[in-house]
């Protein structure tokens, strides 16, 4: 079965996964992508970068080019190429109205993504009319770019009862605002990115996400972007051999990785669990603090081994890297084997059909 990047309202310029990537040469130069993060604290990341990282890399080792955009520019993380964004911690969805229109017309983004009115939950903030003042913002942005692609996201977990239960009477009515504004023909997409955060994603102050959400995060997005759910099998989950183990630390997906695959003698082994037999694409999200670019062998199902490389940014500043893979029905096996120097594993990430 042949699975193109579906591109919905704003990839059209993906390549195939089947397709191998040609030459640079041979491809033709087509210009980014312009996306603006748009929304509170969740978008400007509690931890640096928050969910930007994870999908700046899911959508550049695509060969997506892609340009973050937006009032906000961050320092860090180092991992994070492009730290634009328009984020703000602590505003509600009327302030994000209120200079809606200037940053339209100031940096003319493709598409939103849009995550907004955690803070009205907070504030509790005449929330009956909360759905009609995301409408609104909505509409005010449509008014300066009218072939917008709107990603539109529910608000997360959170840990105090009653303000998760304003949360989610709030995301409920989501689908609907999203469901007339498509009505209208307008290019909108709603994306329950509340339904993959577990309790466990939620912070110590019970309202922002953890490294593992924000990951989890930049996951759905992603999956919104292309039109293709996508399925993570943690590196923890291995079968070790040789030196190679997992490791618990906060600062990856659901808190463990894998690593110390140093010698020939050590490996990592990660059953991924396909639907049907054909062609996927993977990420290997991998941290690398040694300074200079390491690798992997990696063997699917026990074929010829394929090289994979990870850039260095620093221990558990993770990058995700591309692979498109020949999948059977059910479970297959990734075999991650020592070749240069030393990288560790967070999670692999399946895109579906």
């Known amino acids: 079965m042949r699975r193109f990047l579906a591109g919905l309202l704003m990839l059209p ?3 195939p996964l089947t397709a191998a990537t040609p030459p640079a040469s041979a491809v033709p130069t087509a210009a980014p992508v312009k996306i603006m993060p748009l929304g509170s604290s969740t978008t400007a990341g509690s931890i640096p970068g928050g969910y930007r990282t994870d999908l700046y890399w899911m959508l550049t080792s695509s060969s997506q080019p892609v340009d973050f955009v937006g009032s906000v520019t961050d320092a860090t993380p180092a991992n994070l190429p492009d730290r634009n964004h328009e984020g703000h911690g602590g505003w509600v969805i009327d302030q994000l109205t209120a200079v809606a229109t200037d940053r339209m017309q100031t940096y003319q983004p493709d ?3 849009l995550h907004a009115g955690a803070n009205d939950v907070l504030q509790n903030l005449n929330l009956a009319a909360a759905p009609a003042r995301l409408e609104t913002l909505i509409r005010t942005m449509y008014a300066v770019r009218p072939d917008l692609a709107v990603y539109v996201s529910t608000v997360g977990p959170m840990a105090d009862a009653a303000t998760n239960a304003r949360a989610a009477a709030f995301n409920n009515q989501l689908p609907f605002v999203v469901a007339k504004l ?4 307008k290019k909108v997409r709603f994306v329950d990115s509340r339904s993959a955060l577990a ?8 309202i922002h996400l953890t490294h593992s959400g924000n990951t989890k995060l930049a996951a759905q997005w992603y999956a919104a972007l292309v039109g293709s759910p996508i399925v993570r099998i943690e590196a923890e989950s291995a079968v070790f051999a040789g030196k190679a183990h997992s490791a618990t630390t906060p600062l990856a997906s659901n808190n463990g990785k894998a690593g110390w695959i140093d010698d020939a003698s050590s490996s990592a082994t990660v059953t991924v669990n396909a639907p049907y037999a054909g062609n996927f694409r993977v990420f290997v999200r991998s941290g690398n603090g040694t300074g200079g670019i390491c690798s992997h062998n990696l063997s699917v199902n026990g074929g010829a081994a394929r090289v994979v490389e990870y850039p260095s940014y620093g221990w558990e500043a993770w990058t995700d890297q591309a692979l498109d893979v020949n999948l059977n029905a059910g479970p297959n096996t990734f075999k991650f084997s020592f070749r240069t120097c030393f990288a560790e594993l967070d999670s692999i990430d399946l895109v579906m059909a």
């Open 182 to 185: 498509a009505a209208e023909g």
């Open 199 to 206: 309790a466990t994603d939620v912070a110590s102050d019970g």
């Open 111 to 113: 598409t939103i993504l």
């Open 13 to 15: 310029a993906l390549l």
